[in-house]
């Protein structure tokens, strides 16, 4: 597999193949790749923390902006020395928006090992989390199967790995259970394909990661119910 700084370079030349293809037949990208129109759900990246700010104020300012919007809501947590803390935030949130709304908890690789992760995942676990998102680096994936194995929250985990084969692993080995791909990580969209199908022969949901003007299109192909 190609890897790193390739892996990224080869994905945008990929991705701009695709989208010339798409431009040839004049018809939109998501048609070309077998998609077909339907309603995508939001999935925002709205929860960092803003200076100053009081955890009743972050957890009013992010209610606020789920229902004006109407879209799922990622918190960066990643930046928290207390899980404690985070803790209370995401319980006003939750109080704040009851629900009807999905919260995804980014750990953006910060994570340092299995006893870290495990306790803070047993604060958070009554509070009906959709999915806790990279908690390890790209290169300990097999700490997220172990992970996989203590908790009871689910886990999504993979998108900013570059090489399938460490991505189509940790499906194989039933590590996760949203798989996260990012096209212009992978190996473009032709890369993030076998991916996606692979995800959809294990029953695994998927969520791509950010870069909406590409992955809108992809998630309409491959299954995905959101866009972030």
Known sequence: DLDGVVARAMSL??????DLRAQAHDE????????????LRLLVVEGYSLPGESDDQFAHRLASRARETGCDLKIEAASYSDPRQLLRRLELL?????????????????????EQASEAEGLWRHLGISWIEDPFPR???????RLHNLVKTPLGAADEVTRPSDLLGLIEQGGIDVVRIDTHAIGGISRAALVAECARAAGLPTSLHTHPEVHEHCALAWGSDHVE
Do not use: H, K, Y
Not at 94 to 114: K, P
């Open 13 to 18: 030349i990929n991705i701009c193949l695709w």
């Open 139 to 145: 290169d300990q994936l097999e700490l997220t199967t």
């Open 28 to 39: 939109p990208l998501w048609s070309t790749l077998g998609g077909t129109a339907r309603a």
């Open 94 to 114: 939750r109080e704040l928006s009851g629900d009807d709304i999905r919260i995804v908890v980014d750990m953006a690789f910060s994570w340092n090992n299995l």
